[in-house]
């Protein structure tokens, strides 16, 4: 087990805004993206040579492509959309950026007062190509680093209390585990993931998706067993109460009622939209939102229908 600890900086980025045990599965490369095979995400990890990318100026929606994750924040039930070009906030008028020009890559609301991501810096800022683990008390207006800065990658993140877990592209997508909010971190050897979802009752168990089918663990990621008979899933995420989601590469919805264990198709995401899914976040058995080429849709019927909130 690798051990990877980094001290917890105060330097701020100026950005705007039941117990069982398994066998442990030998860590394989995951699948590029493709319509067919399980994605990792539209923009990949990139080194200090790397340029960031030049975004478009603008708080409008039009700036919002390239998802990279969903979540609602408990304050005010608002959806938080982490994108290529900054961190947006659904309002009644559309999408509005609160965060300066800049691509999130993993995103997760950890509670109330705590939002916590990683990514690339935009145009002009003061900082490493790989920004690790960086965190939110503003509702995304401004961001300080956590750890990590300079190394890693992380195109997954979710949270529950101090546990923390991330999928790492800087290092072959590879699950890393904290128990201290994101201050040191451990990698368990698991399976590369492209994603992945913490039960909200129990930070123990998580399930992730990788190239051979779901995988899930009971032990806090110390073990993974592959879900049996499970399709290819691409995007996961366990709503609160208990219901989980998934999005297949193909844009199909998925849902299981028994914590990942079984699974049925209930539709898929065909209102009108094009592209590959980028992201979904579950709110319960009914309600979901979905991201699929830079459009944002929203299904109140567990999955079935999905109706256009925004259209990239």
Known sequence: MKELTMSRKKCFLTVAPREKSVGQLAPRPLAIFAASALALSACG?????????TPLVSQEGEDLE?????????????LMIASHYGLFRLHGDGPQRVSEVQDFMGFAVADEELMLASGHPG???????????????????TWEEVSLSGEADFHALDALGDRVYGVDAASGQELMISDDAGETWHSPGAPAM???????????????????????????????NPVAKAPILQHVDWAADGTVFALDPDAGVH?????????????EVDAGVEGHPEALHAVDKDEMWAAVGGSLLHSTDGGERFDVVHES
């Open 66 to 78: 390239h998802v990279h994750g969903l979540d609602v924040d408990p304050s005010d039930g608002s």
């Open 255 to 267: 849902r299981s009622e028994d914590d990942g264990i079984t699974w049925e198709q209930v539709g």
């Open 123 to 141: 145009e002009g800022q003061n900082a490493p190509a790989n920004l690790g683990l960086i965190a939110s008390t503003d509702g995304g207006a």
């Open 194 to 224: 492209a994603s992945l979802t913490i039960d909200p009752r129990d930070a123990d168990t998580v399930l992730g998706t990788t190239e051979s089918g779901p995988v899930i663990s009971a032990d806090g990621g110390k073990s993974f």
């Open 45 to 53: 990890s990139v080194t200090e040579e790397d340029t960031p990318p």
